[in-house]
C-alpha cells in the first residue's frame, strides 16, 4: 500500500505532497525533512528503494525534483518505481514537456491527475487516456 | 529520463514573463509561488505564510470575492498547508466552493476538502448535501467528481444516505461512473463493512464488467475480502486466471499499455490475488500452474516494469502449492536478478531470495557468493536485506557467523528504526540457536548494550523469563544463571557509567537473583558493586529502583552496609525509592521475615498467591477502629479530587499515618512497580489532608491509574503477596531514558579475507537441512532454550476453527469448472476483449445468468465465513434494508430482542432452512425457518440440530406434521455456551415427506462465534474494581488502536463494543474498563490502556479459555476497521 507521495527538489522544498494515511500537519514538515535527507544522501549507483521507519521509501528523480513514494514492506518496489514513471509520463502529456514550474503553477490539476491514478493508497489507474479524460472534459468545459 | 523534464529552476526568471502556464494564473497566487521559490530560510517562509495567511483570511470573508477568486484562494491554502502551515478557517470555504462553484470551482473545492479533512473531521457532515445533489446530477463529470470524493473522505455514519445512488451508478452506462462507483463502494467496504455486505453479488457483477477499468477496480475489493477469508472465494479462481490470460495475451486496448507491456499493474494485482487463493491448496493451485508459466514466459522483455511483474510472477509460485517445474524456472529467474549488474534488480532479486528461502533454503546456497559480496556493499539498503536474507536462513551451525554479522552493521547503523528491529532479531536468533551459554550471554550483552534504550520492552522481559522460568533441567538452568551472573559481575567491575539503563536493570535483577550461586564470590562484594551503582548520577531512578529490590534479595547477613545505605536513601525526593529503603531496612534487622519473604533460589512455580489478602483482615479491621479512613477505591479518591480541585489550597504531604514498613514487603520480581507509591500516596493524600502537613509533595497523586491496570490490586498484591506469578517477574519499563548507547566495541575476531571460508559458515546445514523442503518449511532443529509449556493453551479453540475452514473449502472447489467455463465464453466470444459491440448483449445475458447462480453461492458463503452482518439494536436504524422479511416471523417476545440477520442455510426445490439469531441474555437462540417452497403440503417435517460444543435445548416447532403449501415454521433452539470456544460450526438435518413414505432430508450448517454469547456486563466501577481483585488469572495483548476518528480510545472502545456485546464501565484519561460475560456466566474484565500508537489490554476471567477468545474476536473487530 502507498502511504504517501511527495515532490520534492534538491533543496528540500515540497512542491506536492499527498498522505494517503492522516497524518498530523505539524509532523509533516519533519517528516518531509527526513525523507528528503535520506533520499539526497543516496548516490546516483545505489538502488531507488530506502528504508524509513516502517516504510520503504521509492524514490526517482528528474531534473532537479525527486519524486519519493512512501510504501508499505509488502508493496513491490519495482512496480511503484514505474508508477512514478508513468505518473511523470501522464503530467508530460498533459502539460507537454512538463517542469517544475509547470507543477507548481498546477498544483490543483497536477493532485486532479493523482487522484485519478490514486486513491485510498492503491494504483486505481494506469492509461494515460482515461486519467487525463476527466481533467480534459474539465478544461473544456471551463474554455466554452 | 531527465529528457522528461529538462526545464529547471535556471530557467525559472524568463518563465515568469512566458505563456506557460502562468499566463492564466492570477496575480496572488503567481506572487506567492513566486515568493516561495525564492525563500532561503525557514524564518523567511514562517513570514511570508503568515502575511500570506492573514491576507487570505481577509479575503475569504469579504462579501465580494467571487467564486474564481475563491478556488485560487484555495489553492494557496493548499501551499500553506504543504509547507507545514494551518490554514483551518478556509476549510468551511472549501466545501462551499464545492457547493456553489462552477465545474472547475467545484472540482477545486472537493479536492481541497480532500486534502484539509481527513476522516472523521466534524465539517465532512456539511459534504454530504452537496455530494448527494452531485451524484443525482445530470451531468457527468459532476457525478464523477462526487463519486472521487466519496471515494476518499465520507464520514461513515452517512453512507446510508449515499449508498443507493452509488449503487445505482453500478449500471451506468459510462465506465468512468462504473469504475468510480466500485471505488467508492470499496471505500465502504473499507471504513464500514457491514453497511455493503448485501452488494456482495454486485462486486461480482463488476468483476464482469464488459470494461476492463471496471474489473480492475473491482479486483481491490477482491483483494481485501480474499485476504480475509480466502476460502470463500475459491470458485472465483478460474475468473481470474481467465483474466490474466486474456491481459497477458494481449487482449486489452493498446492503451492499457505501458512501454508495450499489457496493464503490468493489473497483471501484478491478478497475481497477489492468485498467490493468496492457491495457498495450501493443490487443486486451486493447480488450476494456475498454466497461466503462472504464460506469465514467466512472456515477461522475456528487457524493462523495469517486466521485471516487477516476474517478481510478483515468483512470489506466487512459491506462495502456491508447488510444482517442480514451475519453481525451476522462478529459481532461474531470482538467479537473473540477483546477479544483475542493476542494483535495483540486485536489491528485487535479494527480496525475492528472502522470501523463497522460507520455503527452499537450498536456493540460497546457489547464491552465496552473491550474497557474501552484498554483505560488503556499500548500499545501505542492499546490506539490509541480505541481513534480512541471512535472519531466514539461520540455523544451529550457522547462528555464530550470521549474529556477528548483524551485529558489526548494528554498530555502525545509526539509525535508530533499524537497531530496533534488528536488535530484536538478533535476540530471537540467540535465543532459538545459541551454541553454548558463553555465548548467549556474550550475545545478549551486546544486543543490550548495542540496542541500549531503544530496544523493545519484550527483549529484556523475554531474556529474564528465560532464565528464571528455565527449562527442565536444573542444573542447566543454573549453570545458565552462573554464567550470567559471572558475566555481570565483570562488567560491573568495569566501568558502568556508559551502560544503558536497560541493560543495568537486567543485571541488578540477575544478580540479586542469581548472585548466590556464585558461591567464590563474596556478597559484600556484590553489595559493593550495587551500590556503586546507586551512586552514579546517570542511573536514572527507575533503575535505581531495580537495583535496591536486587540489593534487598541479597542483603542477608550484611546489615551494616545495608542499614547504612537505607540511611542514606531514606531521605531521597523519590517517595518509591524512600518507600525501598525503608522496606530495606526492615528486611534487613528480621532475617527471619526476610527468610520467609525471599526464599532464595525457591522454584517460581510452588509460590502461592493469596489475592484476597485474607491475612490483613486482622490489620484492616484494628486500623478502622483506631479511628483510619474506610478504603475508598482510588477512582472515588480522584472524583473527590476533582471536586475539591477548585478551591483546595491545602497542601499534601507524604507523611504516612500508616507505617509502611510494616505492611508492605518489596515485591521480589517487579522492582518498578510505581503504582505501589501511587496507590499509597492516593491513600495518603486523602489522610494527610485532614492532618494538613506542610510539604507539598504532588508526586503520584494523579496516577489513579497505574501500568499494570487498576492500582488497589497492585497495592494490595504488592502488600500481600511476597510471591507473585512469574510472569510479574519483569514489568513494564517506564519512561524511556535518552539512547545511551556503547562505543563500537573493537571487532573480536578478524574475519580472514577469504570468502569462501565465509560462505562455508554462513551456509553451512542448509543443504541437508533442507533438501526436502519443497513442500514448505523444513523441521527446525529444536530451541536450546525450550520454554515450560504455560499451562493456558487455546489450541483447543485453533483447532476447531481450522476444521471448519477445511470443510468449507472442499466445499466450493466443485464450482470451479462451470465457472471458467461461463467465463471462457463470456471473453472468448469477443476476441477484441472489452469493446461496445453488439455481441457484448449475449455476453451480458450469460454474465446475468451466472449472476443469479451466484446469488445462492455468496448465500452459502456467508454463512461458511463467520463474518456476518449482525444487526443489533444500535445498528439496525441505520440500516433497516438488510433484515429480510422472515424476521417478521419472529415469535413476537423474540421480536424486540437484538438478532442478527436472516441467512439461508439451505435449500432444495421444495424447502429452504435460514437462520437468525436472537441473542437473549441467558443463551443464544438460534431460529430456524423452514420455509415450503412448494404448492403442496409437506408432511412429519422434522428437525435436528447437532454441535458437540454447545449445550443445545430444543423449545419449540422442531416436529411439524403438515406444512402447507408457501407457508413457514418455525423453530428455534437455546444455545448455551459452557467452554468457550472462538469459533464453533453446528450441523443439523430437515427430514420431510412430500409423499407418504418417502423421507427426504436436507442438511444444513453453519458457524457461529463466541461473539455470539457474550453478554454486556453492567457493573459500577467500583463494583469491576472488586471483580478484578477477585480474578487472578491474566491475559495480555497490545491491539491495534484505531486513531482514524477522534478520540482514539474511545473509537477503538466503541468499535469493540459494537460488535462484541461489550459494556465500557469507565474511561479515565487514556484507561479504560470494560466489562462482559459469557451469556449470563462467567464475567471477564478488560482493562485497556493507550500505549503509543497500540492498545495495552489485559483480560481476566476465572474462565481460562474466555479472555483468549475474547481477545481473537477483538483483533478480528478491530482489523476489520
Same mark, same amino acid.
Given at each position: ?78 512496480? #511503484? ?49 482515461? #486519467? ?13 | ?64 470575492? !467571487? ?57 465532512? =457532515? ?20 462526487? =463519486? ?36 467508492? %463502494? ?58 490474466? &490470460? ?72 512459491? @506462495? ?132 541500549? +534504550? ?35 559481575? @565483570? ?76 540511611? !542514606? ?19 534487613? %534487622? ?99 489532608? &485532614? ?69 562455508? !559458515? ?14 514448505? &518449511? ?9 520454554? &515450560? ?9 485453533? !483447532? ?125 437462540? %438460534? ?17 435436528? %440440530? ?65 461473539? +455470539? ?109
Amino acid at each position: 500500500m502507498i502511504k504517501f507521495l511527495l515532490m520534492v527538489n534538491k533543496q528540500g522544498q515540497t512542491r506536492l505532497s499527498k498522505y494517503y494515511e492522516a497524518v498530523d500537519l505539524g509532523k509533516r514538515a519533519a517528516l518531509e525533512a527526513d525523507v528528503v535527507r535520506g533520499c539526497l544522501a543516496r548516490r546516483k549507483e545505489e538502488c531507488s528503494f530506502v528504508e524509513y521507519k516502517d516504510y520503504k521509501l521509492v524514490y526517482r528523480q528528474y531534473a532537479a525534483l525527486f519524486i519519493v513514494v512512501g510504501v508499505t514492506e509488502n508493496e513491490n518496489e519495482l512496480s #511503484i518505481y514505474e508508477l512514478v514513471h508513468n505518473f511523470v509520463e501522464v503530467l508530460d502529456k498533459y502539460f507537454s514537456r512538463v517542469s517544475e514550474l509547470d507543477i507548481m503553477f498546477n498544483l490543483d490539476k497536477v493532485h486532479i491527475i493523482l487522484d485519478e491514478m490514486i486513491l485510498n493508497g492503491h494504483i486505481v489507474e494506469t492509461n494515460k487516456n482515461r #486519467i487525463l479524460a476527466p481533467l480534459l472534459a474539465l478544461d473544456k468545459m471551463t474554455e466554452s | 529520463m531527465s529528457d522528461v523534464v529538462e526545464k529547471t529552476l535556471t530557467a525559472l526568471p524568463s518563465l515568469f514573463d512566458s505563456q506557460t502556464g502562468a499566463a492564466k494564473i492570477s496575480n496572488r497566487l503567481k506572487q506567492l509561488i513566486k515568493s516561495i521559490t525564492e525563500l532561503t530560510s525557514k524564518h523567511d517562509e514562517e513570514s511570508l505564510i503568515k502575511q500570506e495567511l492573514s491576507a487570505m483570511k481577509e479575503q475569504v470573508s469579504a462579501p465580494s470575492t !467571487s467564486m474564481k477568486q475563491m478556488r485560487e484562494i484555495m489553492v494557496r491554502s493548499m501551499y500553506c498547508e504543504m509547507l507545514g502551515y494551518d490554514a483551518s478557517f478556509s476549510y468551511i470555504h472549501a466545501i462551499k466552493l464545492a457547493q456553489q462553484g462552477g465545474v472547475m470551482e467545484k472540482r477545486v473545492g472537493y479536492l481541497a476538502v480532500s486534502l484539509f479533512l481527513s476522516e472523521g473531521h466534524e465539517l465532512l =457532515l456539511l459534504l454530504v448535501n452537496t455530494v448527494l445533489k452531485d451524484l443525482q446530477s445530470t451531468n457527468l463529470i459532476e457525478a464523477c467528481m462526487a =463519486l472521487t470524493v466519496v471515494a476518499q473522505v465520507f464520514p461513515k455514519d452517512m453512507i446510508p444516505a449515499v449508498l443507493p445512488l452509488v449503487e445505482d451508478k453500478l449500471s451506468h452506462p459510462k465506465e468512468i461512473i462504473r469504475r468510480k462507483a466500485v471505488l467508492a %463502494l470499496y471505500k465502504f467496504y473499507l471504513i464500514a463493512p457491514n453497511q455493503v455486505q448485501h452488494i456482495h453479488a454486485k462486486f461480482r457483477k463488476a468483476l464482469c464488467d464488459k470494461d476492463p477499468g471496471v474489473m480492475t477496480s473491482s479486483l481491490h475489493i477482491y483483494l481485501q475480502l480474499i485476504q480475509e477469508s480466502p476460502d470463500a472465494y475459491k470458485d472465483l479462481t478460474g475468473s481470474f486466471v481467465t483474466i490474466l &490470460k486474456q491481459v497477458v495475451g494481449g487482449k486489452l486496448p493498446l492503451d492499457f499499455n505501458y512501454h508495450s507491456v499489457p496493464a503490468p499493474w493489473l497483471q501484478i494485482q491478478l497475481l497477489r490475488i492468485l498467490s493468496l487463493l492457491g495457498r495450501d491448496d493443490q487443486s486451486t493451485s493447480e488450476l494456475m500452474y498454466e497461466v503462472l508459466d504464460e506469465s514467466l514466459r512472456r515477461a522475456e522483455m528487457n524493462h523495469n516494469i517486466t521485471y516487477a511483474i516476474l517478481f510478483e510472477c515468483v512470489k506466487a509460485v512459491y @506462495t502456491i502449492h508447488p510444482k517442480a517445474e514451475l519453481l525451476e524456472k522462478a529459481a532461474r529467474c531470482i538467479g537473473n536478478f540477483v546477479l544483475s549488474p542493476k542494483i535495483n534488480l540486485k536489491y528485487l532479486g535479494l527480496k525475492a531470495l528472502t522470501y523463497v528461502v522460507q520455503h527452499d533454503a537450498k536456493l540460497a546456497l546457489q547464491h552465496q557468493m552473491t550474497i557474501i559480496e552484498c554483505l560488503d556493499h556499500s548500499d545501505f539498503t542492499i546490506k539490509r536485506e541480505t541481513l534480512e536474507l541471512l535472519f531466514r536462513i539461520t540455523n544451529a551451525q550457522n547462528v555464530s557467523v550470521i549474529v556477528e554479522k548483524m551485529l558489526d552493521f548494528l554498530r555502525s547503523c545509526s539509525d535508530e528504526h533499524t537497531i530496533i528491529h534488528l536488535a530484536g532479531k538478533v535476540a530471537e536468533l540467540a535465543e532459538k540457536f545459541a551454541p553454548d551459554n558463553s555465548w548467549f550471554i556474550q550475545t545478549m550483552n551486546d544486543v543490550f548494550s548495542i540496542g541500549g +534504550d531503544l530496544l523493545q520492552q519484550d527483549i529484556s522481559n523475554n531474556f529474564l523469563r528465560l532464565l528464571a522460568e528455565g527449562s527442565e533441567s536444573k542444573e542447566e538452568d543454573d549453570q545458565l544463571r552462573l554464567y550470567a551472573v559471572d558475566s555481570y559481575l @565483570t562488567l560491573l567491575n568495569g566501568d558502568a557509567s556508559h551502560l544503558p539503563q536497560r541493560f543495568i536493570q537486567v543485571m541488578s535483577w540477575v544478580v540479586g537473583e542469581y548472585s548466590h550461586l556464585q558461591e567464590c564470590v563474596d556478597q559484600s562484594e556484590v553489595i559493593r558493586l550495587l551500590m556503586k551503582l546507586l551512586e552514579q548520577k546517570s542511573v536514572s531512578s527507575e533503575t535505581r529502583v531495580w537495583i535496591l529490590s536486587a540489593l534487598t534479595k541479597i542483603s542477608d547477613g550484611q546489615t551494616d552496609l545495608i542499614l547504612e545505605l537505607a540511611e !542514606s536513601i531514606s531521605s531521597s525526593q523519590d517517595t518509591i525509592l524512600r518507600q525501598q529503603a525503608h522496606e530495606l531496612r526492615h528486611l534487613s %534487622l528480621d532475617s527471619k521475615l526476610h527468610e520467609w519473604v525471599l526464599p532464595r533460589g525457591a522454584a517460581w512455580d510452588d509460590m502461592e498467591v493469596d489475592s484476597s489478602l485474607s491475612f490483613l483482615d486482622g490489620f484492616v479491621s484494628e486500623a478502622l477502629a483506631a479511628g483510619a479512613a474506610p478504603y475508598k477505591p482510588p477512582h472515588q479518591r480522584q472524583e473527590e479530587l476533582c471536586e475539591q480541585r477548585a478551591l483546595n489550597l491545602e497542601p499534601y504531604s507524604f507523611s504516612l499515618p500508616v507505617s509502611l514498613s510494616s505492611c508492605s514487603i518489596t515485591d521480589r520480581h517487579s522492582p518498578t512497580l510505581l503504582s505501589v507509591s501511587s496507590g499509597l500516596s492516593g491513600n495518603s493524600t486523602e489522610l494527610s489532608q &485532614k492532618a494538613g502537613a506542610s510539604t507539598l509533595i504532588l508526586e503520584g497523586v494523579k496516577r489513579v491509574w497505574g501500568k499494570d491496570g487498576y492500582l488497589p490490586q497492585k497495592e494490595t498484591a504488592v502488600t500481600a503477596s511476597p510471591v507473585d506469578e512469574p510472569s510479574a517477574a519483569v514489568q513494564p519499563v517506564g519512561q524511556q531514558e535518552a539512547a545511551e548507547r556503547l562505543e563500537p566495541q573493537p571487532e573480536p575476531s578478524t574475519q580472514t579475507n577469504d570468502k569462501q571460508q565465509l560462505a562455508s !559458515s554462513l551456509f553451512v546445514g542448509l543443504s541437508t537441512q533442507s533438501s526436502t523442503s519443497l513442500l514448505g &518449511k523444513s523441521e527446525a532443529p529444536p530451541p536450546r532454550f525450550r520454554k &515450560k509449556p504455560r499451562p493456558h493453551g487455546s489450541s483447543l479453540s485453533s !483447532s476447531s476453527s481450522s476444521g471448519t475452514s477445511e470443510k468449507s473449502s472442499s466445499s466450493r472447489t466443485s464450482h470451479n469448472t462451470t465457472d471458467s467455463f461461463l467465463y471462457g465464453s463470456l471473453l472468448e466470444e469477443e476476441p477484441a476483449g472489452f469493446d461496445h459491440t453488439p455481441k457484448s448483449i449475449t455476453a451480458n445475458g450469460l454474465g446475468q445468468n451466472k449472476d443469479v447462480k451466484e446469488d445462492r453461492r455468496t448465500n452459502t458463503s456467508q454463512i461458511l465465513g463467520s463474518d456476518m452482518v449482525i444487526v443489533r439494536p444500535n445498528t439496525i436504524q441505520h440500516n433497516p434494508s438488510t433484515s429480510s422479511d422472515l424476521t417478521t416471523l419472529l415469535p413476537a417476545d423474540l421480536k424486540d430482542l437484538p438478532h442478527s440477520d436472516v441467512i439461508s442455510l439451505t435449500s432444495d426445490p421444495s424447502l429452504s432452512v435460514s437462520s437468525c439469531r436472537v441473542f437473549r441474555d441467558e443463551a443464544l437462540l %438460534l431460529v430456524i425457518f423452514i420455509s415450503n417452497s412448494t404448492e403442496t403440503d409437506i408432511r412429519d417435517v422434522a428437525v435436528q %440440530l447437532n454441535c458437540d460444543q454447545l449445550e443445545t435445548v430444543s423449545l419449540r416447532g422442531n416436529i411439524v406434521d403438515c406444512l402447507e403449501g408457501r407457508s413457514v415454521s418455525v423453530c428455534h433452539y437455546a444455545l448455551l455456551m459452557d467452554d468457550p470456544h472462538t469459533n464453533v460450526s453446528f450441523t443439523g438435518s430437515v427430514s420431510y415427506q412430500i409423499q407418504p413414505g418417502h423421507t427426504n432430508t436436507l442438511s444444513f450448517s453453519g458457524t457461529l462465534s463466541t461473539a +455470539d454469547f457474550i453478554r454486556p456486563l453492567v457493573v459500577t466501577t467500583d463494583e469491576y474494581g472488586k471483580l478484578w481483585l477477585s480474578l487472578s488469572h491474566d491475559v495480555k495483548q497490545n491491539l491495534k488502536l484505531l486513531t482514524d476518528a477522534g478520540d482514539p480510545l474511545q473509537t477503538t472502545l466503541n468499535a469493540l463494543k459494537d460488535t462484541l456485546q461489550l459494556h465500557i464501565v469507565d474511561i479515565i484519561g487514556s484507561e479504560g474498563i470494560v466489562a462482559c460475560r459469557l451469556l449470563s456466566g462467567a464475567p471477564c474484565l478488560l482493562h485497556c490502556r493507550v500505549n503509543g500508537s497500540a492498545l495495552a489490554m489485559w483480560l481476566r476471567s476465572p474462565l481460562p479459555a474466555l479472555p483468549d477468545c475474547i481477545l481473537y474476536h477483538c483483533q478480528r473487530a478491530l482489523a476489520q476497521h
